[in-house]
T-cell receptor
Framework: GAVVSQHPSWVICKSGTSVKIECRSL??????MFWYRQFPKQSLMLMAT?????????EQGVEKDKFLINHASLTLSTLTVTSAHPEDSSFYIC??????????????FGPGTRLTVT | GDSVTQMEGPVTLSEEAFLTINCTYT??????LFWYVQYPGEGLQLLLK?????DKGSNKGFEATYRKETTSFHLEKGSVQVSDSAVYFC???????????FGTGTKLQVIP
């Protein structure tokens, strides 16, 4: 159980276009989902925390107008990279925490999405 | 704030060697501690976890013990295999649905 999927697994887009990445919890409901960015040979950097039905909370230094996050349901969060540029190329990973009442302080991670902007 | 410090890599070992990857942490309260593994080109997978002091997490031959007195959670394996080659991340969660704090990762390369 506790499976999180991401789609697409990799995407190539042209500079100036927008790309949407989906994160789904397949077998549990997630009140909270997290979006991370991973640079080559580096650790994960938390970009934002999204709670179902409310606005995302962005970490300092993350442009909220560039990285749009929507958590429309208890099983789906989306990250849209708007007006992408080559420096946005990265590995984006989401994670999800289950509903309150489930005894677990663990986050379940998706497999990641490789974005390349040309 | 919370932080995780783990040994820098890369670590290169011969097959069947003993592995230790050190991890220490600072946190408020009583965090849960995790080791995640990332294989090349893939996302993170939970390797093991411990939620309170003196707990030992174990999985696939890997072990780590939650040491509150030394604020450590070192990862060990008695005999590594080539298939263990990956990046290992130590992490903590201070509770609830707060964000996970990751260490910088340690790359392990096991050679035949």
């Amino acid at each position: 159980g506790a499976v999180v999927s991401q789609h697409p697994s990799w995407v190539i887009c042209k500079s100036g276009t927008s790309v949407k990445i989906e994160c789904r919890s397949l077998d549990f409901q997630a009140t909270t989902m997290f979006w991370y960015r991973q640079f080559p040979k580096q650790s994960l950097m938390l970009m934002a925390t999204s709670n179902e039905g409310s606005k995302a909370t962005y970490e300092q230094g993350v442009e909220k107008d560039k990285f749009l996050i929507n958590h429309a349901s208890l099983t789906l969060s989306t990250l849209t990279v708007t007006s992408a540029h080559p420096e946005d190329s990265s590995f984006y990973i989401c994670s999800a925490s289950p509903l309150a009442g489930v005894i677990n302080y663990e986050q379940y991670f998706g497999p990641g999405t490789r974005l390349t902007v040309t | 704030g919370d932080s995780v410090t783990q040994m820098e890599g890369p670590v290169t070992l011969s097959e069947e060697a003993f592995l230790t990857i050190n991890c220490t942490y600072t946190a408020t309260g009583y965090p849960s501690l995790f080791w995640y593994v990332q294989y090349p080109g893939e996302g993170l997978q939970l390797l093991l976890k411990a939620t309170k002091a003196d707990d030992k997490g174990s999985n696939k031959g890997f072990e780590a013990t939650y040491r509150k007195e030394t604020t450590s959670f070192h990862l060990e394996k008695g005999s590594v295999q080539v298939s263990d080659s990956a990046v290992y991340f130590c992490a903590l969660n201070s509770g609830g649905y707060q964000k996970v704090t990751f260490g910088t990762g340690t790359k392990l390369q096991v050679i035949p």
